[in-house]
């Protein structure tokens, strides 16, 4: 009878330990699949993105250095989803091999308890018919022993169909394995597919990042011109927003002298370089340094296609090109918005950079050009997200671009380290 109950114990406690180490095994490829999964749905829609501002480009007939830095966006995040499929390809076969050995596990357990339950009936029926249990009960000393000799044979039994459940458990969870893994190869599979035709899309691309590279290399005086048109407006708007701050330097000095009405000659010094800000702009100027990394993009939607710094030109050998601030291509009638709370230093207007808004938030400032209309004046407050005006869309090329930079006092600062999901 002890034998019994420490069989019945032994049997469940196997089962349920190999269908939890099953599970055990299956929850971390699967998360890690799951995080792939997403990462290559986010890349397939800027990907979608990126592939509808091309298509405006397209009702130019002529290449245009526009299009071919998007082209050069969409190439590398075509790259980065094969890579992504890669990734993924990579965990679906250590799936595979993972559910293999779970149905190996499943299959040795089902044929252990099958075993085990086959001697359990070849013992019965040996031993445990009808008359044999009742000899049995017969021959016991006294009512005490009887009884416990009728419990046995209730045991006996009860173990039996427990060990029939288990083995109909466990093979309902191998069918289900063995599915899974059918699944899982044939996702792979369909995985493979997708990735051939990624594969033939990028050189497709590339064949026509070349084409356009080589026939606007045919335009390098017009391209060299341009390019010096836009340093030059570039320049005029460092030297505004030089002349910005400065002026708010002043003022800013002048209004804190008023305000103490004592001043040393040292702090008079001071005054001259640095901006004194009132007690709710170190506030502003405090929660908007905490939040780098974290602000929200002055385009709901778009692509990087200048990026922040000197680097080559895309098409002229030897020629370096130095941008202030970042270039956000995004759809026509696309709207700008303030990346932060503040108030608007400055509307302007400036040749090839058409309007311009400028936002102080404490020691910051913020700002954004080639704007067709603007919906702010000086003075204004605004909050984050708040829409400043539209951006411009060049007619010649289609090219919808927005121009953005971020300053902290006279220290130009990368935009892309500052904004959600640039790092």
């Known amino acids: 009878m002890k034998k019994i109950s420490i069989y019945l114990s032994s049997g469940r406690i196997s089962f349920v330990l190999v269908f939890f180490v099953c599970l ?19 890349l397939e829609e800027e990907i979608r993105y990126t592939s509808s501002l091309l298509q405006e480009t397209q009702k130019s007939k002529e290449n245009s250095l526009h299009k071919l830095q998007i082209l050069n966006n969409q190439i590398g995040k075509r790259q980065s989803l094969i890579d992504a499929m890669n990734n993924e390809i990579g965990q679906i076969d250590l799936d595979i091999d993972t559910q293999k050995v779970q149905i190996q596990k499943l299959g040795n357990e089902l044929q252990r308890m099958k075993d085990e339950y086959a001697r359990l009936i070849y013992y019965a029926y040996k031993n445990l018919n009808a008359y044999n249990r009742l000899m049995f009960l017969f021959a016991s000393d006294d009512f005490n022993q009887a009884f416990h000799r009728l419990k046995y044979y209730q045991q006996y039994s009860a173990y039996r ?13 191998l069918t289900a394995q ?16 997708m990735k051939e035709q990624e594969k033939d899309k990028l050189t497709l691309e590339k064949d026509q990042k070349d084409k356009t590279v080589k026939e606007l290399s045919k335009k390098e005086k017009q391209l060299l011109a341009t390019l010096k048109e836009k340093q030059q407006a570039a320049e005029k708007l460092q030297r505004e927003i030089e002349h910005l701050i400065a002026e708010e330097v002043k003022a800013s000095a002048a209004r804190a002298k008023k305000a103490e009405k004592t001043n040393t000659a040292a702090k008079t010094e ?12 170190k506030q502003l100027s405090s929660t908007f340094a905490a939040n780098k990394g974290k602000l929200p993009w002055p385009s709901e939607r778009g692509i990087v296609t200048g990026t922040f710094g000197e680097h080559p030109h895309p098409v002229l050998k030897y020629v370096k090109v130095k941008n202030n601030g970042i270039d956000i291509s995004t759809e026509k009638g696309a709207t700008a918005r303030a990346v932060f709370s503040g108030k608007v230093s400055r509307v302007m207007s400036f040749p090839n950079l058409n309007r311009v808004v400028i936002i102080r938030h404490g020691d910051y400032l913020t700002v954004y050009s080639n704007l067709e209309k603007v919906n702010v004046k000086d003075g204004d407050e ?34 892309q380290e500052w904004l959600a999901g640039s790092n």
Request: net charge positive; proline share 5%; aromatic share 4%.
């Open 382 to 415: 605004v909050v984050t997200k708040q829409p400043i005006g539209i951006v411009h869309t060049n007619p010649e090329d289609s090219r919808t671009e927005l121009h953005f930079e971020l300053w902290l006092g006279k220290n130009i600062q990368d935009p």
């Open 24 to 42: 055990s095994i299956m929850a971390f490829p699967q998360d890690k699949r799951e995080k792939l999964q997403r990462n290559k749905k986010q």
């Open 178 to 193: 063995k599915k899974n893994l059918e699944q899982t190869k044939s996702d792979k599979m369909s995985l493979v597919g």
């Open 161 to 173: 169909r427990t060990q029939a459940q288990l083995i109909f458990k466990t093979q309902a969870e």
């Open 270 to 281: 001071k005054d001259k370089t640095e901006m004194m800000l009132t007690p709710v702009e």
